[in-house]
């Protein structure tokens, strides 16, 4: 079994930074693909950013050069998502995800980030 547990979320004003964490924790596999989600209301489910073993990264396009994604390499176990000049858009409850197997899929329990003056 594994669990994720996120954490870096907050209040933060338009242009601001957060950053986001994720840990993973139990079995894991070299293997996977880590990455965030968004849910703001009302809105679906949407992919953010990912990175695989291999350091492949893919962003949505709204965030690119906005975002950045990371982890630690050393355990493969730690995800980061680096939010620089943030907007009001950003807001939303976001979720770290784990893929391995290519059939198990994991997800943390979100953390809000509310962009606001």
């Known amino acids: 079994q594994v669990q994720l547990v996120e954490s870096g979320g907050g209040l933060v004003q338009p242009g601001g930074s957060l950053r986001l964490s994720c840990a993973a924790n139990g079995i894991i596999f070299s293997i996977n693909t880590m990455g965030w989600y968004r849910q703001a209301p009302g809105n679906r489910r949407e992919l953010v950013a990912i990175?695989?073993?291999?350091?492949?990264?893919?962003y949505l396009a709204s965030v690119k050069g906005r975002f950045t994604i990371s982890r630690n390499n050393a355990k493969n176990t730690v995800v980061y998502l680096q939010m620089n000049s943030l907007k009001p858009e950003d807001t939303a409850v976001y979720y770290c995800?784990?893929?391995?197997?290519?059939?198990?899929?994991?997800w943390g329990q979100g953390t809000q980030v509310t962009v606001s003056s």
């Open positions: 990175i695989d073993n291999n350091d492949f990264t893919h």
């Open positions: 995800k784990l893929a391995q197997n290519r059939v198990d899929e994991y």
